[in-house]
């Protein structure tokens, strides 16, 4: 069975850090992504990164976010700096072979 959990939302405030995980099993994804969907917006595409490391990422996020995988782990994080509130939301891990898969999400609150 696929499943993609994902781990270490929570509350902070701004300009804090939060690491997200996102734990893979049943398969290995090709790509690896982070969305996130902020309350009554889409879901939009935060950070992307291959089996190879190659890495893509939102123009909001840039600078800030960085997304890595342990392969051996099958396992995708993405550690985020300097947050700020715009960035509350949920966010979801995603993983692509042959179809998408998603995570369930984890909620990303920054105060101000």
Request: some cysteine; aromatic content about 8%; overall charge positive.
């Amino acid at each position: 069975q696929v499943q993609l959990v994902e781990s270490g939302g929570g509350l902070v405030q701004a300009g804090g850090s939060l690491r997200l995980s996102c734990a893979a099993s049943g398969t290995i994804f090709s790509i690896m992504s982070w969305y996130r969907q902020a309350p009554g917006k889409q879901r939009e595409l935060v950070a992307t990164i291959t089996t190879r490391g190659i890495t893509n990422y939102a123009d909001s996020v840039k600078g800030r976010f960085i997304i890595s995988r342990d392969n051996a782990k099958n396992t995708v994080y993405l550690q985020m700096n300097s947050l700020q509130p715009v960035d509350t939301g949920v966010y979801y891990c995603n993983g692509e072979t042959v179809r998408v898969y998603w995570g369930q999400g984890t909620q990303v609150t920054v105060s101000s």
